[in-house]
């Protein structure tokens, strides 16, 4: 069984540019996450979505994120533009439903100069 | 509101001698319980976890967890610690009654000391 894809793996930017992410969830998983991981803490849930909606997007700041689960499989998320505190690992997960474990995606790892 | 600790950012244990991480949760309810490891520059992945049953759970890697709900806590061991064991280990609280919602813990850093 293939696991969580996302890419890129590595991204260096300069702040106030543009920069997205990708991930595609396990075949089967309605549920989706997006994290971000900053050095020495734990992953911070940005949004969830189950199926192509949004479930949970309380901690994303939607001035400058925004993401979207276009026909409830793969998924994209974009900062527009970037601060120099948006340096991270960007983590995506899927599980098969909202209340099982949750599969990780490699992370892409955000770099703002 | 959900909430998870992890007593000590980081543990030192040498080859052969027990692990012990520390998770402890406030919940208003019994949550799902689950253990993840993550190796340098790689995601996460789940050691084991609680949902409901048997309060002992035995993970992956010879790794294990109690959920004890008295002391509301649900610490990862394991018997004897390998080279391999050094990683990163995150405690993570799911409430099915509050949107299904994850919470992770700050982490724990384990280094084994040959």
């Known amino acids: 069984e293939a696991g969580v894809a996302q890419s890129p793996r590595y991204k260096i930017i300069e702040k106030r540019q543009s920069v997205a992410f990708w991930c595609n969830p396990i075949?089967?998983?309605?549920?989706l996450y997006w994290y971000q991981q900053i050095l020495g803490q734990g992953p911070k849930l940005l949004i969830q979505f189950q199926n192509n909606g949004v479930v949970d997007d309380s901690q994303l700041p939607k001035d400058r994120f925004s993401a979207e689960r276009l026909k409830g499989v793969d998924s994209t998320l974009k900062i527009q533009p970037a601060k120099l505190e948006d340096s991270a690992v960007y983590l995506c997960?899927?599980?098969?439903?909202?209340?099982?474990?949750?599969?990780f995606g490699p992370g892409t790892r955000l770099t703002v100069l | 509101a959900q909430s998870v600790t992890q007593l000590g950012s980081h543990v030192s244990v040498s080859e052969g001698a027990l692990v012990l991480l520390r998770c402890n949760y406030s919940s208003s309810v019994p949550p799902y319980l689950f253990w993840y490891v993550q190796y340098p520059n790689q995601g996460l992945q789940l050691l084991l976890k609680?949902?409901?049953?048997?309060?002992l759970v035995k993970g992956i890697n010879g790794f294990e967890a109690e959920f004890k709900k008295s002391e509301t806590s649900f610490h990862l061991t394991k018997p004897s610690a390998h080279m391999s064991d050094a990683a990163e280990y995150f405690c993570?609280?799911?409430?099915?009654?509050?949107?299904?919602?994850?919470?992770f813990g700050t982490g724990t850093s384990l280094t084994v000391i040959p």
């Open positions: 075949s089967g998983h309605a549920t």
């Open positions: 993570a609280v799911l409430n099915r009654r509050d949107g299904n919602q994850f919470y």
């Open positions: 609680y949902t409901t049953g048997a309060t």
């Open positions: 997960a899927s599980s098969f439903a909202g209340y099982n474990e949750q599969f």
